[in-house]
């Protein structure tokens, strides 16, 4: 598909948003994590400002590769198991 062909009114994110709206999700998650660990830099403590970093980096990479996991299930959901129970409803009111 061209970008020609897309919507004109319509952005690639907003687009890609509404087809998975976990990767949002993700995102924003991803940048609440590190706001909060910039938030919490100076008050860390004895803790090292390497394992405070580490601490933080894994956090917000969970936090991403758990909305794209619930994204795919969802999406696998959707293509086979909603859009298969719909195909057999539209059979049956033939």
């Known amino acids: ?3 020609v062909e897309y919507d004109e009114y319509e952005s690639k994110f907003m687009r890609k948003a509404k087809e998975n709206p976990f990767v949002p999700a993700g995102m924003a ?5 590190v706001g909060y660990g910039l938030f919490r830099l100076k008050s860390r403590g004895n803790t ?3 394992v405070h970093l580490i601490h933080m980096r894994v956090a ?3 936090f991403v590769v758990g909305a794209m996991t619930i994204g795919v299930i969802y999406s696998m959901y959707r293509d086979y198991v ?3 129970m719909a ?4 059979l049956n009111r033939k």
């Open 1 to 3: 598909m061209s970008a």
């Open 29 to 33: 998650g991803f940048v609440a994590i």
């Open 48 to 50: 090292k400002m390497s």
């Open 60 to 62: 917000a990479q969970g």
């Open 82 to 84: 909603l859009k298969p």
């Open 87 to 90: 195909e057999q409803k539209a």
